[in-house]
């Protein structure tokens, strides 16, 4: 099973600053099959990112992935109100499908 | 547009089961495969398994293999979670999510609350 460690765990940051959350794995994940999500409390998960690096729809270009391999990093660049929340990674190149903890990013 | 609905809130005693349904709209039900996810109170998102809405089949973690049973109804384009002798660590939301073609998930349901308490 593949582990991924999410760090933080949480991220105090303010409006407008920039956001790097990390993901990291136990063993390399196959094809990049990394996505994101961002999940704000009472709700379901949102799907920000697959692939590592593609959005996905109606997704706000001020959320990046990147990464290959066992290192992954989900950027926001500029934090607006509505994107203090918990997030997510999660990979699906390998069974089981597994999550990270979790980074909570909230206000400063 | 895509959307999963789920049933509704249950209070189960330990040893009992619970089956939660999840019925879809808004895309050919056949076409993609639907995914069980759930989250502890304050916890983090953990993958149950996966079934094709397509034959039927379907893949559990192993945590929960004898456990877990999925089904899908394409009359009613309805998914189903059964989960048996439940214990208080079962208690949690329970999500439906469709996957995309790989199983990642951008549609999921609202999520049903399953308690498990004496």
């Known amino acids: 099973e593949i582990v991924l460690t999410q760090s933080p765990g949480t991220l105090s940051l303010s409006p407008g600053e920039r956001a790097t959350l990390s993901c990291r794995a136990s063993?390399?994940?196959?094809?990049?099959?990394l996505a994101w999500y961002q999940q704000k409390p009472g709700q379901a998960p949102r799907l920000l990112i697959s692939g590592a690096s593609s959005r996905a729809t109606g997704i706000p270009d001020r959320f990046s992935g990147s990464g290959s391999g066992t290192d992954f990093t989900l950027t926001i660049s500029r934090l607006e109100p509505e994107d203090f929340a918990v997030y997510y990674c999660q990979q699906y190149g390998s069974s089981p499908r597994t999550f990270g903890q979790g980074t909570k990013v909230e206000i400063k | 547009q895509v959307q999963l609905v789920q049933s509704g809130s249950e209070v189960k005693k330990p040893g009992a089961s619970v089956k939660v349904s999840c019925k879809a709209s808004g895309y050919t039900f056949t076409t993609y495969g639907i995914s069980w996810v759930r989250q502890a109170p304050g916890q983090g998102l953990e993958w149950m398994g996966w079934?094709?809405?397509?034959?039927?089949?379907?893949h559990y973690a192993e945590k929960f293999q004898g456990r877990v049973t999925m089904t899908t109804d394409t009359s009613t384009s309805t998914a189903y979670m059964d989960l048996r002798s439940l214990r208080s660590d079962d208690t949690a939301v329970y999500y439906c999510a469709r996957v995309a073609g790989a199983d990642y998930f951008p549609h999921w349901g609202q999520g049903t609350l399953v308690t498990v308490s004496s």
């Open positions: 079934i094709s809405a397509y034959n039927g089949n379907t």
């Open positions: 063993q390399t994940v196959t094809s990049s099959y």
